[in-house]
């Protein structure tokens, strides 16, 4: 059955760096894009970015300077860093599977759109001095 | 960036009684290049992770009961709840996969009135 897990520090202090990793278990890891999604308590959900098993990513511009998204593909994991973390970062972290729907060239190169389409449980972060 | 507005923030709505929210984008998020709407919907029940209910603005994820509909194209769109059920208290998010970043709406949540 496939599964989502994801594990990391709960609790960091301003400045310091958030670290999360999630394991890909009883499914294939290639042929699906990796994400991390975000939600402060009470409020939506917010998309930080993506990795394929490839290696390339994609982040939301305004968390660009602070994100890096890997993957180890030998361990069927990927992992979120977030650097210099204020009490603005604070949030339930997701990592979620996304399934491709379409695949497409555009502009000198191939691009894809991929949907949520199984999640992680959640890993809530909290940001305090 | 892609901006989603969703309407309303929240409706209570009697049991079997019909539920509609509604979902507005910035700009279409209608491919001319196939002719589809890149839209989803996600259903959130409280201390659970989303839950992927249709894409493609109107296609339904396998296993999700047929009560659950999404409609529209362009800018406009809406997931309707034919029959509302007591497990399907939630709140309800629409996003966009058309451009990057991919951006969700506020969210609507659902109550048994």
Redesign the interface.
Known sequence: QFQLQQWGAGLLKPSETLSLTCGVFGASFSGYYWNWIRQPPGK????IGEIDPSGST?Y???LKSRVTISVDTSKNQFSLRLSSVTAADTAVY?C?RGRR??Y?YDNGGYRH?????F????ALVTVSS | ?IVMTQSPDSLAVSLGERATINCKSSQSVL?S??N?N?L?W?QQKPG?????LI??ASTR?SGVPDRFSGSGSGTDFTLTISSLQAEDVAVY?C?Q??S????????TKVEIK
């Open positions: 939506g959900l917010e998309w994609d939301t511009p305004s997701y979620a729907v379409a497409y759109r991929a949907i949520f389409d999640w992680g449980q959640g | 960036d491919s290049s196939n589809r890149y989803t996600y659970q992770p989303p839950k992927l894409y493609w994820e998010y996003q996969y058309y990057t970043p991919l951006t969700f709406g506020g969210g």
